[in-house]
């Protein structure tokens, strides 16, 4: 979508281009929600594993707001670079973006958004972290 945009000359506004950051800013803040089927629903209301959600209630759980607070801050951060980007085009409505750098900005934006996620959502990662929490609360 980004390069049809970007070939009909749109994305070299600060002003789509930021509209465009703005969906997909939306679409981080509600993906924990979008995304959820309801064998997660029931395995982190009951305790139940599937292979999303391989722990017990607990753990589920804090696993299931854990990923929910790390996809609110990104969704945050990319609609806040959406808002930027569109009061930069309001204020300086003269100014354009070079050709395809909006499309290469979204590939980068969205690349690095993907590489983040798939290191702090390991499975590993996040029951450590809870266990040393859990760790830390017990002393």
């Known amino acids: ?58 753990d589920n759980l804090g696993q299931s707001l854990y990923q929910q607070s790390i996809e609110a801050r990104t969704g945050f951060i990319i609609l806040s670079i959406g808002f930027i980007f569109q009061g930069v085009g309001t204020l300086h409505s003269s100014w354009e973006i070079w050709r395809f750098g909006g499309t290469g900005f979204i590939i980068l934006i969205l690349a690095t958004v993907s590489i983040v996620h798939g290191r702090l959502f390991g499975r590993d990662r996040i029951s450590k972290k809870i266990l040393n929490k859990m760790e830390k609360m017990s002393k």
């Open 1 to 58: 979508m980004a390069i049809v945009l970007e070939y009909v000359g749109y994305l070299k506004h600060f002003q789509i281009l930021g509209l465009f950051f703005d969906i997909i800013g939306a679409y981080y803040l509600a993906q924990s929600f979008i995304t959820k089927k309801l064998e997660d629903v029931v395995c982190e209301s009951f305790g139940d594993e599937n292979e999303k959600y391989p722990g017990g209630l607990s």
